[in-house]
């Protein structure tokens, strides 16, 4: 007798009924399903660095960890093989597109109800995507914001994790506590991060990592 693979997803939002909704949704369309729930993009980054076997991620663009496409670029960087769908209630045709071109598998707008969920749901695990039908991703895009984009995604996972950080306004030293590195490798990351970017200074590399993300990342009094 043919064993039945188990599909795993996880579930990254901080709203409990809401991942209730998704995990209802899920269940109604997936034979045979694991699903894991997370409340913060740090637990999501712990789960996934303990547990590599994921078939999908259902991502809120707005939780405890991340704003904006800060998370969505750091997992496709750290775990390009793992499809992640955006599920966010920022869900203008902008914030839509751009969750594609930074390498979405699906956007699915939290207004809609179970029924829609378990539509598009059906649709990624197929492997489809799936925006809503009257968003249009051959609308013009902003050169200018493109080649940004393009600097952005040269970034490794650790760089990613660094920008973000510097965003929150944290310093070098704070950086490396976090992250459990000497505070010589945090310079070098910024080093990198500022070249890549092509800016001079810590605060035009958080205006940058701003304006990519639509304005939602969160900036603090980044010392220049």
Known sequence: MTAVSTTHLVIADDHPLFRGALREAVASVVASVSIDEVGS?????????????????????AMPGISGFSGLIYLRAQYPEIPVVIVSASDDGATIRRSMEFGASGFIPKRFGVETLREAIGK???GDIWIPSDVDLS???????????????????????????LSEGLLNKQIAYELSVSEATIKAHVSAILQKLGVESRTQAVIVAAKISGGQWRQGDTPG
Do not use: I, S, W, Y
Request: charged share 25%.
């Open 41 to 61: 993009f740090e637990e999501l980054t712990a789960f996934l660095e303990q547990n590599g076997e994921v078939d999908l991620v259902l991502l809120d663009l």
């Open 139 to 165: 609308a013009t895009v902003d050169p200018d914001m493109m080649k940004l984009r393009d600097r952005l995604v040269t970034l490794t996972p650790q760089q990613v994790r660094v920008l973000m950080m």
């Open 124 to 126: 990624v695990m197929n």
